[in-house]
Nanobody, 113 residues
Framework: EVHLVESGGGLVHTGGSLRLSCAASGFTFSTFTMNWVRQAPGKGLEWVSRINSDGGSTSYADSVKGRFTVSRDNAKNTLYLQMNSLKPEDTAVYYC??????RGQGTQVTVSS
C-alpha cells in the first residue's frame, strides 16, 4: 500500500524558511518521479515542483522558482522541499504526490505578513 507522510510545516514570518519532508513507503520510491503540490484556502491544487527518480532533473512553478528547492534521498525514501524567502501567498497545505496520483495528508504552511 502506498503511504506518503508529509511533515515540517508550520507558521513563519514573511522572509522565513521551512523544510518540508515526505516519507514514502509501499512502493519503489527510487524509481518514481515525485511532485509537490499545494492548495491555498479556497483555491484548487497548484503544482509546485517536480523531481525525477534519481534527482538529476527538477522543475518549478514560476511562483516559487529561485526560492524553493526540491531534493530527495532515495536511500531514506524521503522527498524534501526547502522553502526560502517565504511570502504570505505561499500559505497553503503542501502535499507530496506520485505521478500516478497518490497523495499524502498534507502539511500546513502559514506565512504571516
Amino acid at each position: 500500500e502506498v503511504h506518503l507522510v508529509e511533515s515540517g510545516g508550520g507558521l513563519v514570518h514573511t522572509g522565513g524558511s521551512l523544510r518540508l519532508s515526505c516519507a514514502a513507503s509501499g512502493f519503489t520510491f527510487s524509481t518514481f518521479t515525485m511532485n509537490w503540490v499545494r492548495q491555498a484556502p479556497g483555491k484548487g491544487l497548484e503544482w509546485v515542483s517536480r523531481i525525477n527518480s534519481d534527482g538529476g532533473s527538477t522543475s518549478y512553478a514560476d511562483s516559487v522558482k529561485g526560492r524553493f528547492t526540491v531534493s530527495r534521498d532515495n536511500a531514506k525514501n524521503t522527498l524534501y522541499l526547502q522553502m526560502n524567502s517565504l511570502k504570505p501567498e505561499d500559505t497553503a497545505v503542501y502535499y507530496c504526490t506520485t505521478v500516478t496520483g497518490y497523495r499524502g495528508q498534507g502539511t500546513q504552511v502559514t506565512v504571516s505578513s
